[in-house]
């Protein structure tokens, strides 16, 4: 078992930057692919960004790529998402995810942290 754990969210105004941080337990992450995801009010989860085991390899969601950067310590066993140029449409409650596949797809992650809220103002 994973347990993985979000923070870093808060309140933010349009164009600030946040950096999300995911500390995991259990295992190490090394084996590992790591995910973000959000969930905005009324909408489903989304996928934000994910990365390879290694962190060679990254892929950005649209409408965040250019702005958010995905990184990982794996001696640290923690992965960060640096979010830049926020804007309000960014406000969701985010997710760290890990899966032994490298993907986009959330239902291939096995672990799910608990969610850190992100709010941005206008």
């Known amino acids: 078992q994973v347990q993985l754990v979000e923070s870093g969210g808060g309140l933010v105004q349009a164009g600030g930057s946040l950096r999300l941080s995911c500390a995991a337990s259990g295992r190490t992450l090394s084996s590992y692919a790591m995910g973000w995801f959000r969930q905005a009010p009324g909408k489903e989860r989304e996928f934000v960004a994910a990365i390879s085991w290694s962190g060679g390899n990254t892929y950005y969601a649209d409408s965040v790529k250019g702005r958010f950067t995905f990184a990982r310590d794996n001696a640290k066993n923690t992965v960060y998402l640096q979010m830049n140029s926020l804007k309000p449409e960014d406000t969701a409650v985010y997710y760290c995810?890990?899966?032994?596949?490298?993907?986009?797809?959330?239902?291939?992650?096995?672990?799910w942290g608990q969610g850190t809220q992100v709010t941005v103002s206008s």
């Open positions: 995810a890990a899966s032994k596949r490298y993907t986009r797809s959330g239902d291939e992650y096995d672990y």
